[in-house]
């Protein structure tokens, strides 16, 4: 009973085993975080696009032709800090944003249109860029995540 009352708490070679699993750990897991977090902040993209072209869909409807800017076709940005910055035609929402360089878009035609989505979702140098088009076909034209 006496031997087990000098007993307390834990060595510090034991803690120090503690602090270095955890560092281990923490070295494995936050890269892969912030890989998912990049990844999930690209679905504002792709439903920011997918959006648009319900919209442009619907102003095809009406007038037999696809809408050169965000304001015929009824779209806009939802949100105090966006993302991406939105380009169809030559109508753009906003700024450029983390330094990006937007991409010429192709003028809107009765035929077809092309709208992109460019944005710096991790800070670095590369940009990401995607596109949509009158087929709806969600295209990743330079991955920000993967670089």
Known sequence: MRALCHQRGFSLIELMIVVALIGILAAIAIPNFLSYQARAKQSEAKTNLVAIHTAEVAYFAEQNSYGDTFAKIGFAVAGSSPLYHYVLGSSTTGA????????????????GFTAFAVGNIDGDTTCDVWSINQDKTLKNVTNDVAS
């Open 96 to 111: 450029a944003l983390g330094g990006c360089t937007v991409p010429a878009a192709d003028p809107v035609s009765a035929k």
